[in-house]
């Protein structure tokens, strides 16, 4: 654990001398879904960048099979007796808060995607710097399933990078991505064998730390101008505004209920291990 840093249960933290701050969701067994207490670690994280000088730039990527699944339904439900709605609209707050410290880190982020990239995770991959993937990863937004809609600002980023259409099917479809597709696409810049994923990210990473800290600056605020920045912020209260009414209607509800039962049904009807 970096000096100074408080402990984190859900993500791993590791500090190179190079400045490279390496960033693990770190629920493997869950495939790194993503709990409550997980968005607020990750915004810790990203204040401490935000906060440090030592920092040039920031890889994150997951452990085991999966980068991330996104959202962990069962472990995101509302506990009895809490007040539903009260308890939602502080994640609200807390998943904005996390979305517009990633659009304004001051240095490059890498996405390591060795894995499956749903939800959240894979829609915040959009406002990274760089994303790389093993050609094995699958990405997709299962929003409609889940009577949900697009959140991390994906309802601007992913048009823009992957074209209106492809986006639409993504986001209104839920359609599932491969890493070669994305990558077609532009959505990720260099595909990998899951052997040399880490080897490619932390090459580029150690190289885009050894460059000129003010140049690289420039260059990020010439490349994401404040014109975007600021659509990005405003978009991200809209979207998170959107998908609070969302997750208190009762179509969602009902959504997410069709999908317990369905993944009930499946480990019920799965075949024990001899």
């Excluded at 659009?103 to 760089?130: E, H, K, Q, R």
């Excluded at 260099?190 to 080897?199: G, I, V, Y």
């Excluded at 959504?255 to 499946?266: E, N, P």
Aim: aromatic share 6%.
């Amino acid at each position: 654990m970096t000096a100074g840093f408080p402990e984190l249960k859900y993500i791993k933290l590791e500090l190179l001398e190079s400045g490279v701050l390496v960033m693990t969701f770190n629920r493997p067994k869950h495939m790194n879904s993503m709990l409550p207490a997980s968005y607020c670690e990750w915004a810790q994280v990203m204040k401490y960048v935000h906060a440090s000088a030592n920092i040039r730039v920031l890889v994150v990527t997951g452990s085991g099979a999966a980068y991330s699944a996104g959202q962990d339904l069962p472990g995101g439900r509302v506990p009895d007796g809490e007040d539903e709605k009260k308890v939602l609209w502080q994640r609200r707050n807390d998943t904005c808060e996390l979305t517009k410290l990633l659009v304004t880190s001051p240095v490059p982020i890498i996405g390591a995607v060795n894995g499956p990239a749903i939800g959240y995770g894979c829609t915040t991959l959009a406002l990274f710097d760089l994303v790389v993937a093993a050609d094995t990863a699958v990405f997709r937004t299962p929003f409609a399933e889940l009577a949900f809609c697009p959140e991390g600002c994906s309802s601007v980023t992913f048009p823009r990078i992957l074209g209106p259409i492809v986006a639409n099917d993504m986001l209104l479809m839920g359609k599932s991505m491969s890493a070669a597709e994305m990558h077609h696409r532009g959505f990720v810049a260099r595909l990998t064998k899951p052997a040399e994923l880490m080897a490619t990210t932390m090459k580029l990473a150690r190289e885009l730390a050894s460059r000129s800290t003010t140049a690289m600056r420039a260059s990020r605020t010439l490349i994401r101008n404040q014109q975007y920045v600021d659509e990005l912020l405003r978009v991200n209260e809209v979207e998170m505004d959107e998908l609070y009414e969302r997750m208190i209607s009762d179509d969602a509800k009902q959504a997410i209920a069709r999908v317990f039962a369905r993944l009930q049904a499946k480990r019920s009807n799965a075949k024990p291990k001899l």
